[in-house]
């Protein structure tokens, strides 16, 4: 799914960008769409303790990540496996079949501390840029501005399709509902952030919200309640 360099370095950043084929709404920002991307980034985590998630942003026809990671040969089985759950449970929802990304995604490393800031600027810009929202914490889709201006955590949970197979061949198969399991996100600071205390941490992405409600201060939006139609 995804164009990999031939290596990973530990500790250093990779942004990360997929598109939808042709760049159709697939992944429009509805509920059942955020709680379907957002359950396949924690699942994912859970699955590559050694992966490291800075942020994420789900557009109506791409996604945007960034990552590192402890075990740098973990960042291509993490992309493989969000990727491929994205297709297939988006594939369900939107009651199609067939190719949902295009050919391949970007992967590219992000070197110093000032591009960690300018791409997750970029990153929580998505919204306000494309003259949909007024402001990242208006996005309606799967995202992680909540995190980065919380506690650092996401909720996310995560029924597999394979689950839900195997559990309708049962003899007495369970309620689907019991088939979730709890994938939380945990995000990581970026590295150049890493240092500073919780409440630091918080100021500064929440500086980074600011200046870019600033900077599209005054544009017309299409507004959260359209989008999600």
Known sequence: MSHCPRWYLPRLVYEVTIRTLHGTFWMRPDPECAAIVAGAFGHAL????????????AQSNHLHYLVSATEPAQLPLFFGLVHSNIARQLNQLRRRSGVFWSRRGKVIPVLDADAQLDRLTYLLSQGPKSHLVASPTDWPG?????GLLGDMTVPARYKGLDACRRNRLRRTPRHEEELEEDVQITLSPLPALEMLAPDELRAVHA?????????????????AQRLAE
Do not use: N, W
């Open 207 to 223: 500086a980074l919200v600011a200046k870019i409600e600033a900077d599209h201060a005054g544009e017309q939006v299409m507004g």
């Open 46 to 57: 859970r699955r590559y303790p050694g992966v490291r998630l800075h942020g994420f942003d």
């Open 142 to 146: 799967a995202c992680s501005t909540p």
